[in-house]
């Protein structure tokens, strides 16, 4: 019988195998090398993605009578719970119960009790462990590469002990991916693990509140609390228990244009939660996902400091290649690679295009490639939020950057940028860029260069718009720019066909819109 797998993450039910786990006091890698099965199993039962094999489940169950991580006296109830809520296709009969148990006083099965509903939560009670709210965690049922991110984010967070914690990305290069698999990987270190979006941009008070619903129930049950007492209950819980608290999606929160990293008007009370957080003394961490670098916790950062920074970069190509894969990509290894290497490393937009390839082209790479198009559908959609948060002149910037060959140092965009702008104007854009995650330092100090997968969507933007003033009179002017190893020629043709078919609307689009 093959693991039951499903499309709605079965949360309660991955609460009490964590727990169960961490009572019996087993790494999941050293509870997957007893049961004879993998890792990532282990993982995916306590993310409530899959459930176990009937036979895994018996031989847990045993383990876990052995070491008495059931509550005495109860023991026949719990496992009863436990199997149900695995969804076996056999019952567990009172012959095979009496054979998990061994000698364990435990009441005879009733032969009458009947399957509970699927919607039916676990209703497990063990010894204590981890109190866990994944709220509105998502699903992630395979994870590929990122040995090294997760190594550093152990280091901080659970060695050093870090307060706060930011994930920074270009948008779909897996912040959040890697902050789940973290948190289901991490969470026996802690007593509370709590998950919060803030895609819909909800108010402070309301995520303050909901956290001590599940820090601090019976002490919000008292008395109404003014907000800054309710900061003060949470600093009070943090440095009481060892918690983890995950905050996704924090860029929904930050303003649009040139004041990247700040927080939009009504939302400044977040600003104060997070460098109290930062700055209190306690035992616990805030693990931040975000698009953008917050201005807030700018100064408290360093390598030294409890508050850190890990931006992410492109997934390593062996990655790449075994998500393909996993996405009955077919070609070669070096198309998969190539194909890795036109969108930078980004496992969703490599997740969008490989079911493009899939459907029109039989899962090959060759034949998509020749289209000459690879910024389309979703994957536009996926940079269009991000470029839409951008002020003009960032635009400029960008569209600027993306007709150099090689990384531009600010003297250098100076001279590109169209009208004279102040060098402080254009420092500022840059940073902002950085801080957003578009263009990345160069290996010469003080150079910044764009990312392929960003170069590919910018090119698609000037193409769209035409040429700007620099080369209405002269479009050989961008051509004649030699691009970086990692374009393909596809870019430089589609370039060269837009700037000699249309005609210069730069007025249309503030990429090329020179500064006044």
Sequence with gaps: MREFSYNEPDFAFGQTMLSLRTVINLTQSSLAEYLGVSRRAVGDWEAGNKYPKAANLKQFIAFAIKHQAFEAGREAEEIRSLWRATRQKTQLDEATLT????????????????????SSPVMVKVKEGPKLDWGEAPSVPTFYGREAEFSELKKWIVEEQCRVVSLLGLGGIGKSALAVSFMHQVAERFEVVIWRSVRDAPDCETLLNGCLQILAPEVLSERSFSFEQQLSLLLEQLRSRRVLVVLDNLETLL???????????????????????AETSHQSCLLLTSREKLVDLAPMEGSLSPVRVQRLTQLDSGACEQLLIAKDVGGTSSQRMQLSAVFAGNPLALKMVAQTIVNLFDGEIAPFLEQGEIIFGEVRELFDQQFARLSPLEQTVLGRLASISEPATLDELLTVVGRPTPRVRLLEAVESLHRRSLIERGEKPGSFTVQSVVLEYVTAQLVAAGADESVRDNPAHLLNQSFR??????THNK??????????????NRLLTPVA
């Design 485 to 490: 190893p990692g374009q393909s020629k596809l």
């Design 255 to 277: 303003q649009e244009g040139q004041d990247t990293g700040y927080l939009q008007r009504g939302y400044e009370s977040y600003g104060r939660v997070l460098r109290r957080i």
């Design 99 to 118: 054979e998990l148990v061994s000698n364990a006083r435990i009441p005879p099965l009733n032969q009458t009790t009947v399957p509970v509903a699927v």
């Design 495 to 508: 370039l060269s066909i837009g700037l000699v078919k249309k005609q210069p609307r730069y007025e249309e």
